[in-house]
């Protein structure tokens, strides 16, 4: 296992790190928790150190989970880095409040890495407001948390805002050979980088998208390099091979992905990769890029949309849908995303029409013609259905959060 340092604190971080986002399932849908477990206590004894989760992953199942594989002394070999739900925060005391349930629920009594949850600049804007620098100086001070961040799917703009806004040790991007100019992208990886971040990279493998199965142009063009590598290790390599990274997040579920991704792991060193292999990651690129359904490079020239649309974010989960028929979670994350669940409005049926996108953008692109496209096969019919049943069982989630801990403070 290779390690990267923390610039500002001089930790070491496995260069892979465990994302328990997409632990293993029972046939049933719910966490393998044995399995998870194993999993996990493996990965640690083969030198990662990194574990990634949420209180929305597994809707609270993965915290629960990774906090029973590090009983028996596995804790004290890993940092923990998990996050603050900016959609259940309504005031100061829910930071606190929610904290300090993670502490219990992972059974530390600090998180090494504690990040914001998916910020927007909205989001950013929304806790800045209830007061979250202060809940972060107070929670470093007094020990709960080791090192502040942030996760982020918004334009690189908001990230540098955010990045200059606060003392933060590290960020959380997504990023990966499709996204170069995607979200925060290249510019922004650099932004934070020169801050004196440590990157940690989310998406290497656009949810396992481009791992596979790959359509069968862009296998084609793998199968010409001398060096044989799955479409998966060519993604993991082409991140690590930035400097500017600290760790890349896999969502590892499958002890075969597992174990390749440690063998990568071991030898991804930055500026590794040949011209000629770089050259070959371009055309995959290429490719795909052709596949896709709006050209849309997400250079975000035409925001902000008067109608509050997220315009290439819209067009990144429609060309992830098309490109990717096999994944099924797309629709949900654009309504998640966009729909108002994880942060403010911006789907494609909010567009009046207005044509001013159009003019600036350098693309040439239709845009609100294909917005109501996007609308059409994104958010299909009964989108206030789907977005109450989304917003219902996160409201759930935390209710029963409050019970479960106001019983357990009844009986102990
Ligand atoms: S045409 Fe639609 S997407 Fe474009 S700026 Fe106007 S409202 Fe926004
Ligand atoms: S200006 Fe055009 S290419 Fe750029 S983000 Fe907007 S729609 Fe996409």
């Given at each position: 296992?290779?390690?990267?340092?923390?610039?500002?604190?001089?930790?070491?971080?496995?260069?892979?790190?465990?994302?328990?986002?997409?632990?293993?399932?029972?046939?049933?849908?719910?966490?393998?928790?044995?399995?998870?477990?194993?999993?996990?206590?493996?990965?640690?004894?083969?030198?990662?150190?990194?574990?990634?989760?949420?209180?929305?992953?597994?809707?609270?199942?993965?915290?629960?989970?990774?906090?029973?594989?590090?009983a028996d002394g596995y804790r004290e070999?890993?940092?923990?880095?998990?996050?603050?739900?900016?959609?259940?925060?309504?005031?100061?005391?829910?930071?606190?409040?929610?904290?300090?349930?993670?502490?219990?629920?992972?059974?530390?009594?600090?998180?090494?890495?504690?990040?914001?949850?998916?910020?927007?600049?909205?989001?950013?804007?929304?806790?800045?407001?209830?007061?979250?620098?202060?809940?972060?100086?107070?929670?470093?001070?007094?020990?709960?948390?080791?090192?502040?961040?942030?996760?982020?799917?918004?334009?690189?703009?908001?990230?540098?805002?955010?990045?200059?806004?606060?003392?933060?040790?590290?960020?959380?991007?997504?990023?990966?050979?499709?996204?170069?100019?995607?979200?925060?992208?290249?510019?922004?990886?650099?932004?934070?980088?020169?801050?004196?971040?440590?990157?940690?990279?989310?998406?290497?493998?656009?949810?396992?998208?481009?791992?596979?199965?790959?359509?069968?142009?862009?296998?084609?063009?793998?199968?010409?390099?001398?060096?044989?590598?799955?479409?998966?290790?060519?993604?993991?390599?082409?991140?690590?091979?930035?400097?500017?990274?600290?760790?890349?997040?896999?969502?590892?579920?499958?002890?075969?992905?597992i174990e390749e991704n440690l063998r990568?792991?071991?030898?991804?060193l930055p500026d590794s990769l040949t011209?000629?292999?770089?050259?070959?990651?371009?055309?995959?690129?290429?490719?795909?890029?052709?596949?896709?359904?709006?050209?849309?490079?997400?250079?975000?020239?035409?925001?902000?949309?008067?109608?509050?649309?997220?315009?290439?974010?819209?067009?990144?989960?429609?060309?992830?849908?098309?490109?990717?028929?096999?994944?099924?979670?797309?629709?949900?994350?654009?309504?998640?995303?966009?729909?108002?669940?994880?942060?403010?409005?911006?789907?494609?049926?909010?567009?009046?029409?207005?044509?001013?996108?159009?003019?600036?953008?350098?693309?040439?692109?239709?845009?609100?013609?294909?917005?109501?496209?996007?609308?059409?096969?994104?958010?299909?019919?009964?989108?206030?259905?789907?977005?109450?049943?989304?917003?219902?069982?996160?409201?759930?989630?935390?209710?029963?959060?409050?019970?479960?801990?106001?019983?357990?403070?009844?009986?102990?």
């Amino acid at each position: 296992m290779l390690y990267r340092t923390v610039p500002k604190t001089g930790d070491r971080l496995s260069i892979l790190g465990f994302g328990c986002m997409r632990l293993p399932s029972t046939k049933t849908g719910g966490v393998d928790e044995d399995r998870a477990i194993r999993q996990i206590r493996s990965a640690i004894d083969n030198g990662v150190n990194y574990f990634d989760t949420a209180p929305l992953y597994h809707l609270g199942k993965s915290e629960q989970v990774l906090g029973r594989a590090l009983a028996d002394g596995y804790r004290e070999k890993v940092r923990i880095a998990t996050k603050l739900p900016p959609w259940l925060v309504r005031g100061r005391a829910d930071m606190d409040r929610i904290l300090d349930s993670q502490l219990r629920t992972l059974s530390t009594d600090h998180i090494d890495y504690y990040l914001l949850h998916s910020l927007s600049k909205e989001a950013w804007e929304k806790l800045k407001n209830l007061g979250v620098r202060e809940f972060l100086d107070t929670a470093k001070k007094d020990g709960r948390i080791r090192n502040a961040g942030f996760s982020f799917h918004g334009n690189t703009a908001a990230l540098r805002e955010i990045v200059d806004a606060y003392e933060w040790e590290f960020c959380q991007i997504q990023y990966n050979y499709l996204d170069e100019h995607n979200q925060a992208g290249t510019e922004g990886l650099r932004y934070a980088a020169t801050k004196g971040l440590a990157v940690m990279i989310m998406e290497p493998l656009r949810g396992g998208n481009i791992a596979g199965p790959v359509p069968d142009e862009i296998q084609t063009i793998w199968d010409e390099s001398p060096v044989r590598r799955s479409p998966a290790e060519w993604g993991l390599r082409w991140v690590w091979n930035h400097p500017e990274v600290t760790v890349v997040l896999s969502g590892m579920n499958d002890e075969s992905h597992i174990e390749e991704n440690l063998r990568a792991a071991a030898s991804a060193l930055p500026d590794s990769l040949t011209q000629e292999e770089l050259a070959l990651v371009s055309r995959v690129r290429d490719t795909y890029n052709r596949l896709m359904k709006v050209g849309c490079t997400g250079c975000g020239y035409c925001m902000p949309c008067p109608a509050g649309v997220d315009i290439p974010g819209c067009f990144s989960s429609y060309n992830t849908h098309h490109m990717f028929p096999h994944d099924r979670t797309a629709k949900f994350l654009y309504i998640g995303r966009h729909g108002g669940v994880l942060g403010d409005t911006s789907y494609a049926g909010l567009c009046r029409q207005c044509g001013k996108c159009e003019k600036i953008c350098p693309q040439h692109l239709p845009v609100s013609m294909l917005m109501k496209e996007v609308s059409r096969e994104m958010e299909g019919r009964g989108l206030g259905v789907k977005l109450l049943v989304l917003k219902g069982l996160l409201w759930c989630y935390d209710v029963a959060g409050r019970i479960s801990r106001k019983f357990k403070g009844r009986t102990t």
